[in-house]
């Protein structure tokens, strides 16, 4: 008998949010190491290809969880040593890179004047706030495509943090007078000659995940109460991209119409850091050696929701096509399933041993989903691994691909990944999982950069009203 047979008649709305246990943002913080390096920190990524033309890729990846608005003086930003790439595999056959785009930031040094002269001209390098220096960041775009490197953009600068009227008005000035929408989008700036690759955007965006944290790392307390959207409020540092679809293809052309193995990319994003870094007494450090992963995310969840404690390292440190030989047991005989049966989820629901032990082994409906089975795919388990599977030519629905554009409501993504995943995982697809939280705390965009304007630091941060 199907699972929701069992429990029919036994489902609140209570209820259905405790399944939610396993979950936590997309993927922040999820990780021992990677909890001490936030910049290096892949918190989401959406791809996605515009309904009916399907003549775009649009891709979103976000790093850097939970960024207080008011965090200063020093705000949060790209690392100048970190990596960061984005990656597009092709076909059913491998999942090696067909296209990596390499995107590397760059800070301008605050200018070195005598220490003994306080006198020194307005960002001379004396100032107390640190925007009055004239520090500001830059990034250069790399694709690598078949060996060849092309460098698509140089010395495209980074949306500044939306710190306040002050710094709008003194230090960035933009031409409406506030940091809106439309100052935002002058740093849309185009890839190779006349854009011909595309665009791309990198800059603080407001977090566009959104879950109850708060009451789920107090071992699942999810009874009772109001349900609380715990990433509401913060900012997140984001690259948007938009890439013609003829240059992901095989052949160049158009993709054409309907579900294809041949159409179907993989798309995941990573951060990695040289392999050794030596501090100077200066603040400064040198940084040497080859480059190694130190985060990576394909999936929402999949860190999280689906890979052991013990192996959460080790996952950010390898790619997606080595998944099925380190970690293909995990999906097979998912851990969420026991955890959530140790601390009383499945009991709460009324749900027989018999039917939670089918959940706990042989989950071959996991590998069916992220390889888009149910679509006609015919993805073999050697090409399985932690990707965002988008088939060009065919309009984008999680999990083909996770669209931020085409949600029931403007502060809604196409769909609530949390609720998805975990009733796959929890459930294979049987009961409607929710964790209460539904909708994000700012309406999406439409066009790039897509997630919302950044909370501004000077009234939006999350202390309290003195008394």
């Known amino acids: 008998m199907k699972l929701r047979h069992l429990v029919t008649g036994m489902l609140s709305t209570t209820a259905m949010t405790l399944l939610a246990a396993a979950a936590s943002a997309s993927s922040h913080r999820e990780a021992p190491a990677i909890g001490f390096d936030p910049a290096s920190d892949n918190t989401d990524t959406w791809a996605w290809v515009t309904d009916s033309s399907h003549d775009m890729l649009h891709v979103v990846v976000a790093y850097n969880p939970l960024e207080e608005p008011s965090g200063g003086p020093n705000y949060n930003q790209f690392s100048d040593d970190v990596l960061y790439e984005v990656h597009v595999t092709r076909g059913a056959k491998s999942l090696d890179d067909v296209l990596t785009y390499q995107i590397r930031f760059s800070s301008t040094d605050f200018p070195h004047v005598d220490p003994a002269n306080l006198t020194a001209p307005l960002g001379g390098g004396k100032e107390f706030f640190s925007q009055l220096s004239g520090k500001s960041q830059t990034y250069s775009v790399t694709k690598i495509e078949g060996g060849h490197r092309t460098v698509l953009a140089q010395g495209v600068p ?15 000035k933009p031409a409406g007078g506030k940091y809106d929408d439309a100052y935002a989008a002058t740093f849309i700036k185009p890839m190779g000659f006349n854009g011909s690759e595309g665009k791309i955007w990198a ?14 790392f107090d071992l699942a307390n999810l009874l009772g109460g109001t349900a609380v959207d715990n990433v509401a409020g913060y900012n997140c540092h984001a690259i948007a991209l938009d ?16 579900a294809s193995n041949e159409n179907t990319i993989g798309v995941w994003a990573s951060a990695s850091r040289r392999k050794v870094s030596i501090l100077r007494g200066n603040g400064g ?24 404690l013990q192996d959460k390292d080790k996952y950010n440190r390898t790619k997606p096509a080595n998944d099925v030989k380190n970690f293909g047991a995990y999906f097979l005989n998912p851990v ?37 089975t149910s679509s006609g795919h015919t993805i073999p388990l050697t090409a ?15 999990p083909n691909g996770r669209p931020i554009s085409y949600g029931a409501a403007p502060n809604k993504e196409q769909a609530d990944v949390t609720d998805v995943l975990l ?12 964790d209460g939280v539904n909708s994000n705390d700012k309406p999406f965009l439409t066009g790039m950069p897509y997630l919302a304007l950044p909370w501004e630091g000077f009234s939006q941060g999350h202390g309290k009203a003195a008394p």
């Not at 800059?203 to 789920?216: A, C, L, T």
């Not at 050696?289 to 689906?306: C, D, H, K, M, T």
């Not at 932690?386 to 999680?398: I, K, P, Q, T």
């Open 423 to 434: 009733s796959v995982l929890l459930s294979k697809g049987t009961i409607a999982v929710g």
């Open 158 to 172: 980074v949306a500044p943090t939306n710190i306040g009227p002050n710094t709008n008005a003194v230090v960035y």
């Open 203 to 216: 800059g603080p965006r407001d977090d566009g995940f959104y879950v109850n944290i708060g009451r789920i």
């Open 243 to 258: 890439i013609p679809t003829t240059l992901v293809t095989k052949d160049g052309k158009a993709p054409a119409a309907g």
């Open 336 to 372: 969420v399933v026991r955890d959530a049966e140790a601390v009383g989820i499945y009991k709460a629901l009324g749900v027989d041993q018999k039917t939670i032990d089918s959940l706990k082994s042989n989950r071959l409906d996991i590998i069916d989903t992220i390889n888009l």
């Open 384 to 398: 399985t691994g932690d990707v965002l599977r988008v088939d060009l030519g065919m309009d984008s629905r999680f």
């Open 285 to 308: 450090s040198e940084n040497f050696g080859g480059w190694v992963q130190v985060s990576r995310l394909g999936l929402p969840l999949i860190n999280e929701a689906v890979i052991g």
